[in-house]
């Protein structure tokens, strides 16, 4: 199956700084790549999501970079406060070949910590 | 909230017993999911299903089993054959297909065993 790594597993920024949150994964097919946020106690939820046919996505202050060759993605997150604090998670979806269905395989996550 | 609800919140278990979490939605979504979400380890998929009646195996499948008898509906079963079932369980839902498929997450479930 998909193996994601992401890293790194704790990042503490200062506020107005920039973040970087860095993801591989092993299926050259795959085709989706999402990231989500999740603050303490709540659930996670989509922040922002890239198709294998675009190289680069922003919406605002947050961006999202693939690299199909090298089978890497990563979040930008710019001037940061400390709302960003959260666990982020990446995600790839693949083809289960022997189901023929799409599932979503999740990195580990990447707990940000912004400091005011 | 948010279209798909779990319950319970909250759940106690003595080891031996077999419990199940409830998930409901009414987005009309035909692809559902459970994870399983420890410190440190990220989403793990359980079981997931793509339309009625039907539902694959993740990950994590041992110690677990579903059933989708209504699109509404994925309850996840605890059996006792799970070794390690205090976790916090994360049920969700998506359109169905190979593209970008956002997933809808429920406020989760927390299983402790005692």
């Known amino acids: 199956g998909e193996n994601v790594e992401q890293h790194p597993s704790t990042l503490s920024v200062q506020e107005g700084d920039s973040a970087v949150i860095k993801c591989t994964y092993s299926?050259?097919?795959?085709?989706?790549f999402p990231w989500y946020k999740q603050e303490l106690g709540k659930r996670p939820q989509l922040i922002i999501d890239i198709r294998s046919n675009v190289g680069e996505k922003k919406d605002q202050r947050i961006a999202v970079t693939l690299n199909k060759t090298a089978k890497h993605f990563s979040l930008h997150i710019t001037e940061t406060q400390p709302e960003d604090s959260a666990v982020y998670f990446c995600?790839?979806?693949?083809?289960?070949?022997?189901?023929?269905?799409?599932?979503?395989?999740f990195g580990k996550g990447t707990k940000l910590s912004v400091i005011p | 909230d948010g279209g798909i609800t779990q319950s319970p919140k909250y759940l106690f278990r003595k080891e031996g017993q077999n419990v199940t979490l409830s998930c409901e939605q009414n987005?009309?979504?035909?692809?559902m999911y459970w994870y399983r979400q420890d410190p440190g380890q990220g989403l793990r998929l359980i079981y997931y299903?793509?339309?009625?009646?039907?539902?694959q195996k993740g990950d994590i499948a041992e110690g677990y089993s579903v059933s989708r008898e209504k699109k509404e509906s994925f309850p996840l079963t605890v059996t006792s054959a799970q070794k390690n079932p205090t976790a916090f369980y994360l049920c969700a839902s998506s359109l169905r297909g190979s593209g970008a498929n956002v997933l809808t997450f429920g406020a989760g479930s927390r299983l402790t065993v005692l």
């Open positions: 995600a790839v979806k693949s083809r289960d070949s022997g189901a023929g269905s799409y599932q979503l395989t």
């Open positions: 299903s793509q339309i009625v009646n039907d539902f």
């Open positions: 987005l009309n979504h035909d692809a």
């Open positions: 299926d050259s097919a795959s085709n989706y």
